[in-house]
């Protein structure tokens, strides 16, 4: 149990690969991670994202690559051997074990004296807020409150490495925001290096300093937060990133890196994203908040109006485009159905992808 | 479910309730002629019998060496609950937690002798058991109760160990236990009460399984059924109230095993949900 | 898919030689799923293979050694001789109407009985039959039904009957003995399939118009039948094997000469064991044959999930 103590620098992965039967369910996955990071892993489901983590939780072996931390290779070692604190998905409690002897049960298996797991434990369970709630079972609790026990389970061995594979899926919407705060703060207090495992691109971007985007057990981007946010390098990124339009043009030119997109008579335009020469097919990704109803004009989209909703503050508006494509939009007010919107995008926030035939 | 007042509904629900209401009236009735006959002096042509007593207790615990019966049939009991256990448990994990190829195969392995009946497989399993040595000794009756209650012990176990979260497991080990440690804070902790339904209801099953000691049991090998079926059988050497005094001690026995069992288990499970059932 | 590596120690040593840089072989095993918790499945595998497959195989081959004639000789002689291949008809003919009677009564009484507040008192009461086992229960009908026994006892008050109806010794005895032990098992397996109904569907039919007649038979038994025919497969190998009450209850030389006691006899009697592995395959091969019947014909049916939505 020598990695627990040890400080380190970076956990590496190298080239890491999981194979399932002739299924790639990782393939060359690298990534370096410093100490006390938040690391989100994103995607949908089936990306890659779990297999990375129980990669590393020794949960899953791996079938090529390594892992590294510092210049200890670990990608070998049994899950017990790693050192690592993880909160787990429907947050795997020990149903027989009360709160206490939960949040104490990694500080026994590594043998620590009774009398400091007794104050260690008791300071988890301050940090996460459950006093008066030590004695009971895991199935008298709240979902909340399991989801704080867990944590605690997870930090009171003070790892190098604390892994969360989308803890907050179980729990309702308000309980969500709570929980997430909660994180944010008891991450901010220890400072633990975090690899985080979600499919909701929210949640990653308000917890994470770096966000991993995975697709189809590839890497698709790595950056902050702020850098995918509003400059996705690929599509299926701006897809997780909330773009939720794709309109597909001819690219006309290129000017200072924004692009201008033909589609029929409409012009669109963009931040290029991609290599891509005049002439060729090109899609342009929007938000649906940076897709605003105009005058009409020459070069806007027309498109009909298929509903609208009340979304509090605005309108959100539903229309069908030129080619019969689904477009939602921001708009001004309760929209007629059937009636005619000119549609024209902020074009310092859509970005310009090569189309699917280029 | 839905309230149907018609007519043709009520007298439907009326008829079902009437069988219900006769079957368990004939059911206690017979346990009670049992019950009323060992304690009846003679009882001959009449509704109740002529005179009461309990020495047909007395009599039938010495004629039948009761004694020696009831030990031997706790000791085959005893000792059938505690190998099913020790081979079963194990086993209902592996299929539990694990899928490999052959595991169909191995399912229906376990599945068979518990779908056919004991008479079937008995005969060629007591002619290896003779030809072996085994058979009239205690040994060999314990060897042959194994066979489907080693088998029922992985199809109780399976859907319950399936039901406990693996990721509690993971999280053991991720949390620094080994394999030692893992079974014994959290495996086992988790598992008794499945391992101690299964066992209860192993132990009812066993003392009531007839053929299979039937077939392999030795004058000294003998347990409480299948020395009851030879009173019976020689029924008219021994007074009939002696036969019921031994039928009622037989019955006390199971059935006080089945009350304990039933304090921790349902009682469908004493007739071993097949398993797509269990799966729900 | 989580999977745990716990692989007991003896599987890690007995892959040490091929360690450290090819560690395949224990990993190509394991992405099988043959790791050390798999191995948790042999003793119990080995044991049932030594005493069940092998007896049975034994018992296979043993039947095609007779103690005289040719390689068939003990089948040609339980095909010819009427005292021996009259007991399939016989055991036929207790075991298929009484099952089919406990498989009918089963599915009424379940589905009147699975929502009475006092379920569990009932299956309790109807458990005891089973666990007490035909010895007892025979025992108890010899007294019960009787010639002097309290069940014609109330006939015989109540002016149904002038005289005492026989009921043991006979056909009967073992049809009743039959009834008491395999009503209740047929019904809790009944009930448990019917519990996993989901009331909803049953519900959602009533708001279309379906009456309780219509509901029974367009959604209630096709969900049934499946876990039916299994009851019904279940009920028939046991009815089939009827011993000890065959023997007490019945006229064993007679109308309930059942296979079981003809595959006794040969084996405890006349210490044929050649012959009674015969007869015993014989009995097996008719369940088998009977069960397949059942099954096949339930490959046409529904068996897919109970529960309204998705799960």
Redesign the interface.
């Known amino acids: 149990m020598s990695i627990h103590a040890a400080n380190f620098h970076e956990l590496r992965l190298e080239r890491l690969g999981r194979q399932f039967g002739t299924h790639n369910a990782l393939d060359d996955v690298s990534l370096t991670i410093r100490k006390g990071e938040f690391i989100a892993l994103l995607g949908p489901s089936g990306c890659g994202k779990s297999t990375t983590l129980n990669c590393i939780a020794g949960l899953l072996v791996s079938t090529s690559g390594g892992i590294w931390l510092d210049d200890k290779r670990i990608d070998r070692l049994r899950p017990e051997e790693r050192g690592f604190g993880m909160v787990f998905q429907n947050y795997a409690l020990f149903p027989h074990m009360s709160v206490r002897k939960n949040i104490a049960f990694g500080l026994q298996m590594r043998r620590v004296p009774s009398a400091e797991i007794a104050r260690r434990v008791e300071e988890a369970v301050a940090l996460v807020r459950l006093n008066g709630q030590e004695d009971k079972l895991p199935g008298q609790l709240s979902g909340g409150q399991q989801q704080r026990v867990a944590i605690a389970r997870a930090i009171v061995i003070e790892p190098p490495l604390v892994l969360m594979d989308e803890p907050l899926s179980n729990l309702d919407a308000k309980l969500r925001l709570e929980m997430r705060a909660e994180m944010r703060r008891i991450h901010n207090s220890l400072g633990a290096t975090t690899i985080y495992v979600t499919h909701d691109q929210e949640e990653a971007l308000s917890l994470a300093d770096r966000i991993v985007v995975l697709r189809d057990g590839t890497i698709r981007q790595v950056g902050t937060p702020h850098e995918l946010f509003a400059e996705p390098d690929h599509l299926d990124v701006a897809d997780f990133m909330g773009f939720r339009n794709r309109v597909e043009g001819t690219l006309v030119s290129t000017e200072g890196g924004i692009a201008e997109i033909a589609v029929g008579e409409a012009r669109l335009h963009g931040r290029l994203r991609e290599q891509i020469r005049p002439g060729a097919r090109a899609v342009v990704a929007i938000r649906p908040d940076d897709l605003i109803a105009v005058p009409a004009g020459a070069d806007t989209l027309a498109a009909s109006v298929i509903s609208s909703e009340f979304r509090g503050r605005d309108h959100v508006g539903f229309a069908q485009g030129p080619g019969g494509r689904d477009l939602v939009f921001a708009a001004p007010r309760a929209l007629a159905v059937g009636e005619t919107v000119h549609l024209q995008a902020e074009p310092d926030r859509a970005v310009v992808f090569a189309g699917a035939d280029a | 479910?839905?309230k149907?007042t018609?007519l043709t509904?009520r007298l439907?629900?009326a008829a079902?309730?009437a069988?219900?209401v006769f079957?368990?009236v004939?059911?206690f009735?017979?346990?009670?002629?049992?019950v009323t006959?060992s304690f009846a002096t003679r009882w001959?042509?009449t509704?109740l019998p002529a005179g009461w007593t309990t020495r047909w207790y007395g009599s039938a615990w010495a004629e039948f060496q009761l004694g020696e019966v009831l030990t031997v049939t706790f000791q085959a009991v005893f000792l059938v609950v505690l190998f099913s256990g020790?081979?079963?448990v194990?086993?209902a994990?592996?299929?539990a937690?694990?899928?490999?190829?052959g595991?169909r195969l191995?399912m229906l392995?376990?599945l068979?002798?518990l779908?056919?009946?004991?008479?079937?497989?008995g005969?060629?399993?007591?002619?290896?058991l003779?030809q072996t040595g085994f058979a009239g000794s205690l040994a060999g009756v314990v060897?042959?109760n194994?066979?489907p209650t080693?088998?029922f012990v992985?199809l109780v176990m399976v859907p319950f160990i399936e039901q406990i979260?693996?990721?509690?497991?993971?999280?053991?080990?991720?949390?620094?236990?080994?394999?030692s440690?893992?079974f014994l804070?959290?495996l086992l902790?988790?598992l008794l009460p499945g391992i101690l339904a299964a066992l209860l209801l192993v132990l009812?099953?066993t003392i009531?399984?007839?053929?299979l000691t039937?077939?392999v049991a030795g004058p000294t090998s003998q347990t409480l059924?299948v020395a009851?079926?030879y009173a019976?059988?020689a029924?008219g050497v021994r007074a009939?109230q002696s036969?019921?005094a031994m039928?009622v001690i037989?019955?006390v026995t199971?059935?006080i095993w089945?009350v304990i069992a039933?304090r921790f288990v349902?009682?469908?499970q004493?007739?071993g949900?097949?398993r797509e059932?269990a799966a729900? | 898919m989580t999977s745990l590596d716990t692989s007991l120690p003896r599987a890690r040593n007995a892959t040490a030689p091929v360690a450290p840089e090819a560690v395949p072989l224990r990993q190509r095993l394991k992405a099988q799923g043959y790791d050390g918790i798999t191995l948790l499945a042999l003793p119990a595998a080995g044991f049932l293979v030594l005493l069940f497959v092998y007896p049975f195989l034994y018992g296979l081959f043993l039947s095609f050694k007779p103690k005289a004639g040719g390689l068939l000789a003990n089948y040609a002689r339980f095909f010819s001789d009427p005292f021996l291949y009259e007991t399939i008809g016989k055991t036929l003919w207790l075991a298929v109407p009484v099952t089919l009677l406990n498989a009918v009564l089963a599915v009424p009484v379940a589905l009147r009985v699975r929502d009475i507040r006092y379920q569990r008192v009932l299956t309790t009461i109807l458990v005891v039959p089973i666990t007490l086992g035909t010895v007892l229960v025979a025992q108890g009908l010899l007294n019960y039904l009787g010639p002097q026994g309290w069940f014609n006892r109330v006939l015989m008050t109540a002016g149904i009957i002038s005289s005492p109806v026989k009921l043991i010794h006979n056909y009967w005895g073992v049809f009743l003995s039959l009834l008491i032990t395999g009503f209740p098992f047929a019904f809790l397996l009944t009930l448990s399939y019917v519990s996993g109904i989901d009331r909803n569907l049953e519900r959602s039919a009533a708001t279309l118009g379906a009456g309780g007649w219509e509901r029974f038979r367009r959604i209630l038994l096709p969900l049934i039948l499946p876990g039916l025919a299994i009851t019904f497969c279940l009920s028939f190998v046991q009815a089939f094997a009827v011993f000890p009450s065959a023997v007490l209850l019945g006229s064993p030389a007679g109308p309930t000469r059942v296979i079981s006691i003809a595959a006794y006899q040969a084996a405890f009697e006349e210490y044929d064991y050649a012959m009674a592995s015969a007869i015993a395959m014989v009995m097996g091969a008719v369940q088998l044959l009977v069960v397949g019947l059942v099954l096949g014909a339930r490959g046409f049916l529904y068996r897919g999930s109970t529960a309204g939505g998705k799960g």
């Open positions: 479910m839905i149907d018609s509904a439907w629900s079902v309730w069988f219900i079957f368990v004939n059911l009735a017979m346990i009670g002629s049992v006959s001959l042509g509704w020790l081979l079963g194990p086993a994990y592996a299929l937690r694990r899928d490999f190829k595991k191995l392995l376990f068979l002798p779908l056919i009946p004991p008479i079937t497989f005969i060629p399993l007591a002619t290896v003779y060897l042959a194994l066979v080693v088998p992985v979260d693996p990721k509690i497991e993971a999280a053991a080990q991720v949390f620094g236990a080994n394999t440690r893992l804070h959290v902790p988790l009812v099953r009531a399984i007839f053929e039937f077939l059924v009851l079926y019976v059988f029924a009939v036969i019921d039928a037989y019955m199971t059935l089945l039933l349902n009682p469908t004493l007739v949900r097949p059932q729900h």
